[in-house]
């Protein structure tokens, strides 16, 4: 099974795993409710993006971000 961060390396996105050991004050930190916590956090581009986002949906998020 690849990781999530390998697809997303062999999609072209610039990767960088880190594992700290609060991750609850990194979510909060990064503006993230409680409530909406997840299991994986990628912070991109100003966005911290909870769980399990297929990367088309996340190409889109930046696509139209760039956009406005």
Do not use: F, N, Q, W
């Amino acid at each position: 099974m690849r990781l999530p961060a390998e697809i997303a390396r062999e999609a072209g996105y610039r990767v960088m795993v880190e594992d700290p050991a609060d991750m609850a004050a990194v979510k909060e930190h990064a503006g993230v409710p409680s409530e909406l916590a997840s299991c994986h956090t990628a912070l991109v581009a100003g966005y911290a993006i909870e769980g399990h986002v297929p990367l088309p949906h996340l190409a889109g998020l930046l696509r139209d971000r760039r956009a406005t």
